[in-house]
């Protein structure tokens, strides 16, 4: 297996995130894979990749956990200010930080491109109603730590495939 077809990894999650700040958070979680040293696509492509073209049935799977565990409002689904359900907050060629809101919590998703071809995808979860979050991340948290580095994996394959790369577009 070549280096960049390597598969996601957690990692540590960073120290210091700007868009995060010193914001105190619930949970956090981070994942890295190796892009092909050819992919040029930007963080916020490979986001889309990852979330909008999710392979079924892990896409409607993690849209209905999305909608109706945590409750979360659907975003429309044509506009360009949305990853999936997912609203963008901050998109720089090399990272893209999305929020989804709900009753429940607040998760933002920073996907990142870092020196030597790879990206990291951090979770950072805010809890609204803390004992309710607390008993349904028992269930939730394994499950996302399973799709995250999945979705992520599939993203960084689709950039090494020549005649199937993702590019954010045609969603």
């Not at 996601?8 to 994942?31: S, T």
């Not at 945590?70 to 200010?81: G, I, K």
């Not at 809890?127 to 992520?152: D, E, I, N, S």
Request: glycine residues 4%; positive net charge.
């Amino acid at each position: 297996m070549s280096k960049y077809q390597r598969q996601a990894r957690r990692v540590q999650v960073p120290l210091e995130e700007p868009f995060i700040g010193d914001e105190y958070y619930d949970y956090a979680d981070a994942f890295q894979a190796r892009l092909h040293p050819l992919d040029v696509r930007s963080a916020e492509d490979i986001s889309r990749c990852g979330l909008e073209q999710a392979p079924e049935p892990v896409g409607s799977a993690v849209r209905w956990v999305h909608r109706h565990v945590l409750r979360a409002t659907p975003a429309p689904r044509s506009s360009p200010d949305y990853v999936e359900d997912w609203r963008v907050l901050t998109s720089q060629p090399d990272a893209v930080h999305i929020r989804k809101d709900s009753p429940l919590m607040r998760a933002e998703l920073i996907f990142r491109k870092l020196d030597g071809d790879d990206v990291r995808v951090t979770t950072y979860v805010f809890w609204k109603q803390r004992a309710l979050c607390r008993a349904l991340w028992v269930a939730v948290g394994p499950a996302h730590r399973t799709v995250v580095p999945y979705l992520l994996n599939h993203a960084v394959r689709r950039g090494s495939v020549k005649e199937e790369v993702c590019s954010g577009a045609g969603r």
